[in-house]
T-cell receptor, first 115, second 111 residues
Framework: DAGVTQSPTHLIKTRGQQVTLRCSPK?????VSWYQQALGQGPQFIFQ???????QRGNFPDRFSGHQFPNYSSELNVNALLLGDSALYLC??????????????FGPGTRLTVT | SQQGEEDPQALSIQEGENATMNCSYK?????LQWYRQNSGRGLVHLIL?????REKHSGRLRVTLDTSKKSSSLLITASRAADTASYFC???????????FGTGTRLQVFP
């Protein structure tokens, strides 16, 4: 049973550039959530996708956008990168549609460094 | 913003001792969960306690929840060096299935 996978593992970008991070959910899961974790902090909720639509959003600017594909995989896009966007980006999958166990399964994360 | 705060921020103990971490949160919740994170990588789900439960056990883990005080505790009994990690509480606010994480407790268990 494949768990949550994320790619790439590490990424270095320059201020002003754009980045795309990818996530494949755990087998059988249909909901994907994205979190940003700054060094020494807890993860912060960015947004959640279900049925290819953004269902919930945290307090992040529009520079952060996402997409969910029919196979439930997801992408996180960040435009006009700032130094403060340097963080570990975590993807989590779960079951939506009312079958809410509330447990989320996390991937290993993508470490983004903005220089 | 962070929903909860863990206490203590850091904890160092010897193998075999018990470790207790506390979490406080701010709003009404559906459930509270505890996660472990090793070396800044992905989080591992440990245990979930629903708002109508007061105590839950899983192996060496014991979680309590006091909704009147908006607080929870995680007890790890007979700790092992492999328990060294950061531990986060996360709440599921009413009306949503997103998670709001606390600031974490860094636990170090010495052999």
């Amino acid at each position: 049973d494949a768990g949550v996978t994320q790619s790439p593992t590490h990424l270095i970008k320059t201020r002003g550039q754009q980045v795309t991070l990818r996530c494949s959910p755990k087998s059988g899961h249909d909901t994907v959530s994205w979190y940003q974790q700054a060094l020494g902090q807890g993860p912060q909720f960015i947004f959640q996708y279900y049925e290819e639509e953004e269902r919930q959003r945290g307090n992040f600017p529009d520079r952060f956008s996402g997409h969910q594909f029919p196979n439930y995989s997801s992408e996180l896009n960040v435009n006009a990168l700032l130094l403060g966007d340097s963080a570990l980006y975590l993807c989590a999958s779960s079951l939506g549609s009312g079958r809410r166990t509330y447990e989320q399964y996390f991937g290993p994360g993508t470490r983004l460094t903005v220089t | 913003s962070q929903q909860g705060e863990e206490d203590p921020q850091a904890l160092s103990i010897q193998e075999g001792e018990n470790a207790t971490m506390n979490c406080s949160y701010k709003t009404s919740i559906n459930n509270l969960q505890w996660y472990r994170q090793n070396s800044g990588r992905g989080l591992v789900h440990l245990i979930l306690i629903r708002s109508n439960e007061r105590e839950k056990h899983s192996g060496r883990l014991r979680v309590t929840l006091d909704t009147s005080k908006k607080s929870s505790s995680l007890l790890i009994t007979a700790s092992r060096a492999a328990d060294t990690a950061s531990y986060f509480c996360a709440t599921g606010p009413v009306g949503t299935d997103k998670l709001i994480f606390g600031t974490g407790t860094r636990l170090q268990v010495f052999p």
